[in-house]
């Protein structure tokens, strides 16, 4: 099984700021096949990006997937208050694993 | 518009069996692979099943325990789950995967059902 390992556990920043989220593979995702959720609080896990760096349908280009193997990165340019929520990513190439998220919080 | 409804979800003792559904509008369910994934506060998130045309798909923690089926004529996709465990408490998603087969990724997500396993 792959293990996902998200990091940091916790960023705090502010509206405006650049956020940077990291999402380690135990081993290499097959075909970048690597997608970003976001979850706000009380809602359902929304899709952000698919295949490491696509956006899905409706996400603002404000949020940005990179990375291949084993090292991917979702990073938003600049907070908006509704970004400030909880972020997995999850692989999908061997079975289906998900890291453990981020939680992005207002400093 | 895509939507998934969730329903079934409840309180049931350990040992007991109950089954979810996942009411799909918007597109075919039987088009695209469909899977439920369940969520807990000190495991995250866990795919638990998965239906792509005849195939089916368990995770280990739930083989033996869980069958996922669907109905066509209603757009439906159940999760029937026995020899319910205190482990399996969890909320529960239906989500719709982007394609009819591997690899697919989640794109659309219910709202949840939760299900409390406790005596």
């Known amino acids: 099984e792959i293990v996902l390992t998200q990091s940091p556990g916790t960023l705090s920043l502010s509206p405006g700021e650049k956020a940077t989220l990291s999402c380690r593979a135990s081993?290499?995702?097959?075909?970048?096949?690597l997608a970003w959720y976001q979850q706000r609080p009380g809602q359902a896990p929304r899709l952000l990006i698919y295949?490491?760096?696509s956006r899905a349908t409706g996400i603002p280009d404000r949020f940005s997937g990179s990375g291949s193997g084993t090292d991917f990165t979702l990073t938003i340019s600049r907070l908006e208050p509704e970004d400030f929520a909880l972020y997995y990513c999850?692989?999908?190439?061997?079975?289906?694993?998900f890291g453990q998220g981020t939680k992005v919080e207002i400093k | 518009e895509v939507q998934l409804l969730e329903s079934g979800g409840g309180l049931i003792q350990p040992g007991g069996s109950l089954r979810l559904s996942c009411t799909a509008s918007?597109?075919?369910?039987?088009?695209?692979?469909m899977s439920w994934v369940r969520q807990t506060p000190g495991k995250g998130l866990e795919w638990v099943s998965a239906?792509?045309?005849?195939?089916?798909y368990y995770a280990d923690s739930v083989k033996g325990r869980f069958t996922t089926s669907t109905d066509s004529s209603k757009n439906t996709v159940y999760l029937q789950m026995n020899s319910l465990r205190a482990e399996d408490t969890a909320l529960y998603y239906c989500?719709?995967?982007?394609?009819?087969?591997?690899?697919?990724?989640?794109?659309?997500w219910g709202q949840g059902t939760l299900v409390t396993v406790s005596s």
């Open positions: 989500t719709k995967g982007s394609a009819n087969y591997r690899p697919y990724y989640f794109d659309y």
């Open positions: 918007g597109f075919t369910l039987t088009s695209y692979a």
């Open positions: 239906i792509s045309g005849s195939f089916t």
């Open positions: 081993q290499s995702v097959g075909s970048s096949d």
């Open positions: 295949g490491a760096s």
């Open positions: 999850q692989q999908y190439g061997a079975s289906r694993t």
